[in-house]
C-alpha cells in the first residue's frame, strides 16, 4: 500500500525567506507525485505534479520540487516567500490508472512580515 | 469556464437526517472522487468513479453512498448510518484518459451536523 508522511505539522517562515516542505513517501514502482495547496475553507489547488523525466519540476507561484527515488522524497521549494503563500500544503502519492491519490496530512505554513 | 462546482457551500443536517451533497464538473473527465477532510488530517477516500455507471469504496464508505448516472456528476449521500459525519468534503475529477490521472479539486462543502 502506498503512504505519505509529511513531517513537519505547522512551519513559521519570515517573508522572503526561503522554504523547503518535506515530503517522503512509499511506494513499490514508480510513482506519480503531487503539491497541492489549500487556503483555508477552499479547495486544493494543484501546484505542480511529477511522472517522470527530469527530477526537478517547476510549478506555478514560483514552486518547484525535486524527485529523489534513493531518498523516496519529493521536497517542495520556494526561494523567496511571499505573505500571500501562507496555507497549508498536501503531498499526494498516485498509482496511476485513474485510482485515487493517497495525501499526506499536510503543513501549514505561517508567514511572519 | 471549465471546472468543478460544489453545491451547497455549507450544509446543515439534523440527527437521523440524509443528506447529498451535490458535484458537477464540464471538464469531460472519466474519473471522479469524493474525500473527507477533518481538521489536522490529510485527505480520506470515501468512494470513486472512474466511468459511468461504475464506482467503487474508499478507505472510509461506510455512512456514505453514491451514484454515477452522468458523467458530469457525481453525487454524494451522507446517510444517517454515518456517525460523525461533520467535516469538509471535496469532490474532484481527473484527466486520466491523458495517462496523467492529475486530479482537480471543486471548492467542497462543510457539513454540520446540529
Known amino acids: 500500500a502506498q503512504s505519505v508522511t509529511q513531517p513537519d505539522i505547522h512551519i513559521t517562515v519570515s517573508e522572503g525567506a526561503s522554504l523547503e516542505l518535506r515530503c517522503n513517501y512509499s511506494y513499490g514502482a514508480t510513482p506519480y507525485l503531487f503539491w497541492y495547496v489549500q487556503s483555508p475553507g477552499q479547495g486544493l489547488q494543484l501546484l505542480l505534479k511529477?511522472?517522470?523525466?527530469?527530477?526537478l519540476v517547476q510549478g506555478i507561484k514560483g514552486f518547484e520540487a525535486e524527485f529523489k527515488r534513493s531518498q523516496s522524497s519529493f521536497n517542495l521549494r520556494k526561494p523567496s516567500v511571499h505573505w500571500s503563500d501562507a496555507a497549508e500544503y498536501f503531498c499526494a502519492v498516485g498509482a496511476g490508472g485513474r485510482r485515487a491519490l493517497t495525501f499526506g496530512s499536510g503543513t501549514r505554513l505561517q508567514v511572519q512580515p | 469556464d471549465g471546472g468543478i462546482t460544489q453545491s451547497p457551500k455549507y450544509l446543515f443536517r439534523k440527527e437521523g437526517q440524509n443528506v447529498t451533497l451535490s458535484c458537477e464538473q464540464n471538464?469531460?473527465?472519466?474519473?471522479m472522487y469524493w474525500y473527507r477532510q477533518d481538521p489536522g488530517q490529510g485527505l480520506r477516500l470515501i468512494y470513486y468513479?472512474?466511468?459511468?455507471?461504475?464506482?467503487q469504496k474508499g478507505d472510509i464508505a461506510e455512512g456514505y453512498s453514491v451514484s454515477r448516472e452522468k458523467k458530469e456528476s457525481f453525487p454524494l449521500t451522507v446517510t444517517s448510518a454515518q456517525k460523525n459525519p461533520t467535516a469538509f468534503y471535496l469532490c474532484?475529477?481527473?484527466?486520466?484518459?491523458?495517462?496523467?490521472?492529475?486530479?482537480?479539486f471543486g471548492p467542497g462543502t462543510r457539513l454540520t451536523v446540529l
Open positions: 474532484a475529477s481527473s484527466d486520466a484518459g491523458q495517462g496523467t490521472d492529475t486530479q482537480y
Open positions: 511529477y511522472f517522470s523525466g527530469d527530477t
Open positions: 468513479s472512474q466511468i459511468v455507471n461504475d464506482f
Open positions: 471538464l469531460n473527465h472519466d474519473a
